[in-house]
């Protein structure tokens, strides 16, 4: 079992956008891998309104020793003011798997 291994939720306002963090997340080796799943729809409280809007989600997989220098640069790339940036840990994962993700980040 180990938590050193997390998986990065980012939302964005469209698949271009989602993109260009992805390639330069994997450019950096930040991620090791960046799915992207266009559209889905979110609703959020945002500016005192509910708000529903179609988005791009990445999920990016990683390690925590990665996690602040992942969220700059996600920072740095971002349209939005507040990007959601979340790290839920891998509990458990496959050790070829896990190994793979390790070869793949700096």
């Known amino acids: 079992m180990s938590t050193r291994y997390v998986l990065v939720l ?11 963090i992805a390639q330069n ?7 090791a891998c960046a799915n992207i799943i266009d559209p889905v729809t979110s609703h959020f409280h945002w500016s005192g309104k509910n708000v529903e809007s179609k988005e791009c989600l990445i999920i990016m997989k990683s390690r925590i020793d990665l996690f602040s220098e992942l969220t700059e640069h ?33």
């Open 25 to 31: 997340l994997l450019k950096e080796k930040l991620v």
């Open 74 to 106: 996600v920072k740095a790339l971002h349209s939005y003011k507040v990007p959601e940036i979340l790290a839920i840990p891998i509990v458990v994962g496959s050790d070829d798997y896990l190994a793979w993700i390790d070869e793949a980040l700096k």
């Open 10 to 20: 980012v939302t964005t306002k469209d698949k271009i956008e989602a993109e260009k």
